[in-house]
């Protein structure tokens, strides 16, 4: 029986990132996907490719849950972009209907499409309801500022703090992506389990941000998470893999590139 990752995330529908991301992430890592829609996200190419949102009902969202936890068994499961504080309550609620040997949460603050106001309240909702639950968690410089009310964050010092402060917030493992926003010739990511630090560098790969990154950074995760890598080391293999489809990456009429696993 192939092992099952289950992700609960919204829909991109350009497909380098979100679920359409997720799920090929966790072909290509040889686990049986199985996704749960929660928002979907349609880039306008007549408005200079602004997010277009449209929330999936939390009823619908309730049903997929029950749906997908009831056929199969998933012991793992990744969160993606949730966007509303109502669908972080009901997701909220369907990850507490069992338990779980891990919740890994990319923690998607924001969507360009959405009112600012409307974009805090779900970013509150995600730090109260859903970080709680996590037992893994891997925001970006901007996500990390943002949770750990430390912004801007300039330092690997301060990265490392970010760590400290977002594990207090609940969850017991903390990988804070430096990415390209950390000044500097590597991609630096500290990971925190709690006690122990461990920083991570891979050479950067130019210096724009490439759709997907954190999707499949997250993605790669739970898959490793589900076959039974204990969490540094899934998350290792998960920063190599993201590396290489950052290095492969594809070009498309949109004005960014996205994260594509070479053959
Ligand atoms: O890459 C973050 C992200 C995650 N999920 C969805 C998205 C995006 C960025 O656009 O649309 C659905």
Request: hydrophobic residues 45%; negative net charge; aromatic residues 4%.
């Amino acid at each position: 029986m192939p092992a099952i990752s289950y992700v609960i995330a919204g829909s991109e529908a350009t497909g380098g990132a979100g679920i359409q991301a997720d799920l090929r992430t966790f072909a290509q890592l040889g686990v049986y996907g199985v996704g749960t829609i929660t928002c979907v996200v349609s880039f306008d190419p007549g408005a200079q490719w602004s997010h277009r949102f449209v929330p999936i009902a939390g009823p619908v969202i309730a049903d997929q849950i029950e749906a997908a936890t009831t056929a199969h068994a998933p012991e793992v499961v990744k969160i993606g972009m949730l966007g509303t504080p109502e669908t972080v309550t009901t997701v909220a609620d369907g990850l507490r209907r069992q338990s779980w040997r891990h919740i890994v949460v990319d923690p998607v603050l924001i969507c360009k499409g959405q009112e600012p106001g409307a974009a805090l309240d779900t970013d509150n909702a995600l730090r109260t309801e859903i970080l709680p639950l996590a037992t893994v968690v891997t925001p970006n410089l901007f996500e990390a500022a943002t949770l750990a009310g430390m912004d801007p964050i300039t330092t690997v010092d301060e990265l490392t703090e970010a760590a400290r402060r977002i594990a207090d917030l609940g969850p017991r493992h903390v990988v804070v992506k430096g990415g390209v926003g950390l000044a500097g010739d590597d991609a630096v990511d500290v990971y925190f389990d709690g006690h122990d630090v461990t920083v991570l560098r891979a050479p950067k790969v130019g210096d724009e941000r490439v759709s997907g990154a954190g999707c499949v950074f997250a993605a790669a995760t739970t898959a490793e998470l589900t076959k039974g890598a204990d969490v540094i080391d899934a998350v290792r293999t998960a920063k190599q893999f993201t590396h290489k489809g950052i290095v492969g990456r594809l070009a498309s009429n949109a004005p960014f590139d996205a994260v594509c696993q070479p053959d």
